[in-house]
């Protein structure tokens, strides 16, 4: 999948309520990898930030991009997101995408 059509065509999404262009994927915290939504089209960077407890893996799409994140438990919970919501949440987080990105 490589853009927003084609995963929320391909999944079971839920808008994220008062959060605009952002929704989250319906069976909430999962096993399924960022990798299993996306493919091969795109890795997804990650990112430790002090916003978030959980490390922060992200995939730009060309119309928006994909949030996921990594549980202790090794499971995810996945945002897909608007151009839009993308920036904002992005922003909200402190996340950069043409800084590098910070890993353990």
């Not at 893996?57 to 995810?76: A, N, T």
């Amino acid at each position: 999948m490589d853009d927003f059509a084609a995963l929320k065509a391909a999944w079971p999404w839920e808008e994220i309520r008062n959060c605009p262009g952002r929704f989250v994927l319906e069976t909430g915290r999962t096993s399924i990898a960022p990798s299993d939504l996306v493919g091969d089209t795109a890795s997804p960077r990650e990112f430790r930030v002090p916003a978030c407890r959980d490390p922060v893996l992200v995939v730009r799409l060309p119309d928006g991009g994909l949030i996921s994140y990594r549980h202790e438990d090794g499971g995810f919970t996945h945002t897909l997101n608007t151009v839009e919501g993308f920036a904002r949440k992005l922003a909200q987080l402190g996340i950069g995408l043409d800084r590098p990105s910070r890993t353990p």
